[in-house]
């Protein structure tokens, strides 16, 4: 078969696709994956062909970031977005598509890898790290953590979903209008989902439909990884340190940093400084920088992690079997702190807006108790035996084996 994947955002978004692209291309299909530039790393590493759409993920977040948690400036943002980017993404997709068999599709770039697998008639395959098919079980991710009637939970993802869709259709349809296609009144219905989420961490609700499947995380093969030099001996030089790193995440508050810093010493500490950048000032000698490491070869060799809590690094930690401290930023961060608490394995989730000495000394007390290093553990080994990027492969060629709904 020959497959096309679509995505757009941020490391989180590309990466657990381009690792189930890697296992369909071990499986003998074809595949090409179309995402942000600055995120298709992997993708160059282990060979999976790959282009890139066009957009600076990173502006675009530093914009976002920038008119706060407001929903309708976040919202008028994302329509900015797309209207931006859009027409350049589908005119991309639609010639990639040409003799494909299906479009996975997800991120961002969602509404136009449907329309042009729609386009070219051939299935179009949902797919996602956030739970995002209306349930009872929970509210939108997108939403605060609210005890809500069942109902309520369910009705959650209809506001949030059509709520994108209205910033995206009028580009969209732009776009579709110049593929020689009707435009789309409303969302697409009845496509299959596939999620690249541990079923540990988040079991299926028992309301979603039947072709909406949790795999398990979508990684890498474990590899024979071997650290820089540098970080091997500091690895070998003591007890297993604390990883502190927050990812493709901007707007983090730096003057935070030094306070975690203080509150974690004498322990050592990997410090990943991703978007938030290095500390001001000398960094204390318990300290080693890491620049961007295979977290499933890593986070093994650590005693904590303490991180935003995107989905990918919240599997990551999790399937390593070590407790987490969670300081969630925005979005679906918040979603997974709260699961994280929920099973044990990380304390209440931190705001960088209220923090104090107290609270992070408490928060990683927490974490190093050993009633959370047992539950680190047993959740990891459950993760340990999913097969997600075999799971999602045969739903993938079931899927297009029956023929998928086009719309």
Not at 73 to 101: E, F, I, K, N
Not at 117 to 131: D, L, R
Request: include cysteine; proline fraction near 9%; glycine fraction near 10%.
């Amino acid at each position: 078969m020959r497959l096309l994947a679509v995505t757009y955002g941020t490391e989180g978004d590309t990466r657990p696709l381009v690792m189930l692209c890697h296992g369909l291309q071990a499986a003998g299909h074809e595949v090409m994956v179309l995402a942000e530039g600055g995120t298709l790393g992997s993708a160059q590493a282990l060979g999976v062909p790959h282009a890139a759409l066009e957009g600076d993920i990173h502006d675009e977040v530093v914009a976002l970031v920038s008119r706060g948690n407001d929903m309708a400036a976040a919202s008028r943002g994302l329509a900015r977005m797309a209207q931006r980017h859009v027409p350049a993404w589908t005119r991309q997709a639609d010639a990639a598509a040409a003799g494909c068999d299906a479009v996975l599709t997800g991120g961002l770039a969602a509404f136009v890898g449907m329309t042009v697998a729609e386009h070219h008639g051939v299935p179009a395959i949902g797919t996602g790290m956030i739970p995002l098919t209306p349930t009872r079980a929970f509210p939108s991710p997108f939403l605060p953590r609210l005890p809500l009637p069942g109902l309520l939970n369910r009705l959650s993802y209809g506001l949030i979903n059509q709520a994108v869709w209205r910033t995206f259709r009028a580009p969209i349809n732009d776009a579709r209008l110049a593929l020689g296609m009707p435009a789309r009144r409303a969302l697409w219905r009845d496509l299959p989902m596939l999620y690249g989420i541990s079923p540990s961490l988040m079991p299926p609700p028992a309301d979603w439909p039947a072709n909406h499947h949790v795999c398990g995380q979508w990684r890498a093969p474990d590899a024979d990884w071997q650290p820089e030099a540098a970080l091997q001996a500091f690895l070998e030089a003591g007890p297993a340190p604390v990883y502190v790193g927050f990812g493709s995440m901007t707007g983090f508050d730096r003057s935070v940093m030094p306070s975690l810093l203080r509150a974690l010493a004498p322990r050592r500490v990997l410090l990943f400084p991703g978007w938030a950048g290095v500390p001001d000032g000398p960094l204390p000698a318990n300290v080693f920088v890491v620049g961007p490491v295979p977290h499933e070869a890593l986070f093994p060799r650590c005693a904590m992690v303490i991180h935003h809590g995107g989905s990918g690094t919240t599997h990551s930690a999790c399937r390593a079997g070590v407790p987490s401290l969670v300081m969630p930023l925005a979005a679906d961060q918040f979603f997974w702190a709260a699961r994280l608490q929920e099973l044990g394995v990380a304390p209440a989730p931190l705001s960088q807006k209220r923090l104090d000495h107290d609270t992070l000394v408490k928060a990683i007390a927490y974490a190093d108790a050993t009633e959370t290093r047992t539950s680190a553990t047993v959740l990891g080994q459950a993760m340990s035996i999913e097969r997600g990027v075999e799971t999602a492969i045969a739903m993938v060629q079931g899927t297009i084996n029956r023929g998928a709904v086009r719309g």
